[in-house]
């Protein structure tokens, strides 16, 4: 018999149905029993029908019990075909062995550099942009005000394209401070280098397809490109950049960052440019242009981009995580408008879209200014410390025991040693003495490179003297 007790806090229909479930599921209830009619059963508990009827209709619906006009409402004959799951094994599905990811992740995350290792007093990162109280008091401000002024359309599903306000604010940027003049249509909005990789490769690559990469080079880059199972070919990069005729000649994709190659920092040169793009037409396969940190170069205007010179090959890659900040995860892809409509399908099936609040914020950010005085801003800043970055190499004298490069352009620059130098254990030193650099050997896929890529954005003038010294007194 069902009871009701008058202190429980739960309302009378879920003490009954609760009662009910339980002398169903551990079988006082057997399959096929059939139930009180609700007229009666409300009369012996002494609960109005209705409360019964609300119990009955809730044991239907979850599947307890079934009910015909003249046979009445019985038990379900499933409930004792189910095994109680306490005799059932605790342990869920297996997971599936997947180690081309254990070892992307670990690689990926030795590259970032492991920050729980030790206290770190100078931090050399080249992965990190500055950012300061003015910006976060500008973003906070187009933050609120871009919440307040938004309309309800907004919230709903978005274009998989990504937020038209802000692609029109990108196409504005793009051709005033980069000379890409481009349509809205021929922008995509992405959430970082690699979801713009994992596009590319779904929309405009088959399994298997060979795409040739840098090496050292942006381990990201090869990682995603690995991981949606394609044959990455290494290719070398030496002082004027991407060795061109080193590609694979299967290649179906070539991936590079001509403006500041990602671990050597050299500028790719006018001829291998040139050698690259006509390879490209001759041979139809698609240029992956990363872009990341251009805008910051320290003589002379930011250098012209393949996509200005051959937009029907190229896919640009840009991004605000060098420019802003990492957490925003907002990047762009620029392209012919056919390949980035393949991409916006792919995007529309398996992403969706993009976060509206960090699109209205960034949108409004542009807009009213506040990120063309933020580049300016730390743009001076960049130039404080890499100038003193670059006089505290040559003061200490390590520009004379290794080679130096990548100091024209970018937040990053090399200082590189013999293949035979023992990265890993002046690595080790160096963070005994509060110092992380960055080795060079985490950037190679089949490289024997050594060195440090040694970040100079996070820190200040003083700490990148300090740092430099120490490092110089452990370096042989």
Not at 183 to 196: D, F, R, Y
Request: net charge negative; with cysteine; hydrophobic share 40%.
């Amino acid at each position: 018999m069902l009871q009701i007790n008058r202190e429980d806090e739960r309302p009378i229909w879920q003490q009954l149905l609760d009662q009910a479930i339980h002398n169903i599921t551990t079988g006082n209830w057997p399959p096929g029993e059939l139930l009180l009619p609700t007229r009666e059963l409300a009369q012996l508990i002494g609960v109005s029908r209705s409360t019964i009827q609300i119990v009955y209709e809730e044991l239907f619906s979850r599947g307890y019990t079934i009910t015909s006009r003249r046979g009445g409402t019985r038990v379900s004959e499933w409930i004792g075909e189910a095994r109680p799951l306490e005799e059932v094994s605790s342990h869920g599905p297996l997971l599936p062995e997947l180690p081309m990811l254990n070892a992307a992740v670990d690689h990926l995350h030795s590259w970032l550099g492991d920050k729980t290792e030790r206290t770190t007093e100078i931090d050399f990162s080249p992965h990190e942009p500055y950012l300061d109280e003015q910006f976060q008091k500008n973003w906070r401000q187009s933050f609120l005000r871009a919440s307040a002024e938004t309309e309800l359309d907004a919230w709903a599903y978005g274009d998989a394209y990504g937020f038209l306000p802000l692609r029109e604010q990108i196409q504005r940027y793009l051709s005033l401070e980069r000379g890409v003049h481009v349509s809205v249509e021929q922008i995509l909005l992405t959430s970082g280098a690699q979801h713009s990789l994992d596009l590319i490769a779904q929309a405009l690559l088959r399994q298997d397809d060979t795409v040739s990469v840098e090496d050292p080079g942006f381990p990201a880059a090869w990682m995603a490109l690995k991981y949606q199972r394609m044959q990455v070919a290494p290719v070398p990069v030496d002082e004027h950049g991407l060795c061109v005729d080193r590609i694979a000649p299967e290649s179906r994709l070539v991936y590079v960052t001509p403006s500041h190659q990602c671990a050597v920092g050299v500028i790719m040169s006018e001829p291998r440019r040139q050698q690259l793009l006509h390879m490209a037409a001759e041979q139809r396969f698609w240029i992956v242009e990363d872009d990341y940190d251009s805008e910051f170069r320290y003589r002379g205007d930011p250098l012209p981009t393949l996509f200005s010179q051959r937009p029907q090959n190229t896919l640009y890659m840009m991004s605000f995580s060098k420019m802003i900040a990492p957490g925003i995860r907002i990047s762009a892809v620029v392209g012919p408008a056919n390949a980035i409509r393949q991409l916006a399908r792919v995007h529309a099936l398996t992403y969706r879209q993009l976060p509206i609040m960090e699109q209205l914020t960034l949108a409004h950010f542009i807009e009213h200014g506040h990120f063309m005085r933020h580049m300016r801003r730390v743009r001076n800043v960049y130039r404080r410390r890499h100038e003193v970055m670059t006089k505290a190499i040559i003061a200490t004298g390590l520009s004379e025991r290794y080679k130096l490069s990548g100091v024209e352009t970018g937040l990053h620059m090399l200082l590189e040693a013999e293949e035979a130098f023992d990265e890993e254990a002046v690595t080790r030193l160096a963070s005994e003495k509060g110092i992380r650099v960055y080795p060079l050997s985490k950037y190679g896929l089949e490289s024997k490179r050594k060195g440090w890529v040694l970040g100079f954005a996070k820190v200040d003038e003083a700490a990148i003297e300090e740092g430099i010294r120490r490092l110089a007194e452990i370096l042989p």
